[in-house]
Structures are given as C-alpha cells and as structure tokens.
C-alpha cells in the first residue's frame, strides 16, 4: 500500500511561485506523478519523475515553469511550479504509479493523494 499526501498549496499572484510536496509512506519506489484539475475540466497530467529520477516528462503547458524532482531518502516528491499563470489554478494531486516507466494517462496511477489547492491570482 501507499499512502501519499500533497502540501504548499495556496493562493499566490500570476507570474510568482510555489512549491508543492507528496510525502509518502509504504512502498515508495515508484514512478510519481503530479494531475491537476481544475473546475468543470478533465483531470489533466503535469508531470511524473523516474523512481530513480533519471527520467522525467512534462505537460507542454509548464514546460519550462515547473520541475519535478524528488527525495528518496525523504520519501518525497516536489513540483516546483515558476511563473505561475491564472489558468494553472487547479487541485493538483500526487499519484504513485505501479510501474518504472513514465506514464501520462491517470489510469495508469494506483494511489492518489488528496489533492491540494493552488489558485494563482490575475
């Protein structure tokens, strides 16, 4: 089993940054990712990170804003998220993969967190 839970959520202004933690517990090695969904939209991918952090893949949309790294000796992951625009306001989530690849499709991720808020201001 894992259990994972996200935090750094917030209320910030366009064009500024925050910086979200996963923690998790169980087994850890695991591919990660980061969804966000934002009202009346489809879940949508963001970002995921190797078990080894070796290999990482992005959304076009925050390619080159955010980075996904992570912390195994923590048990974490991050997604720190620069120049934040309006239409990145969402409930992003962390989601543990049963793989060593990358996947983009949520149906690929066995645990998901509770989500946290992030709401970027105009």
């Known amino acids: 089993q894992v259990m994972l839970v996200e935090s750094g959520g917030g209320l910030v202004q366009a064009g500024g940054s925050l910086r979200l933690s996963c923690a998790a517990s169980g087994r850890t090695s695991y591919t990660m990712g980061w969804f966000r969904q934002a009202p009346a939209k489809e879940r949508e991918f963001v970002a995921a990170i190797t078990w080894s952090g070796s290999g990482t893949n992005y959304a076009d949309s925050v390619k080159g804003r955010f980075t996904i790294s992570r912390d195994n000796a923590k048990n974490t992951v991050y997604l720190e998220m620069n120049k934040l625009k309006p239409e990145d306001t969402a409930v992003y989530y962390c989601?543990?993969?049963?793989?060593?690849?990358?996947?983009?499709?949520?149906?690929?991720?066995?645990?998901w967190g509770q989500g946290t808020q992030v709401t970027v201001s105009s």
């Open positions: 989601a543990a993969a049963l793989t060593f690849a990358i996947y983009t499709d949520s149906s690929s991720y066995g645990y």
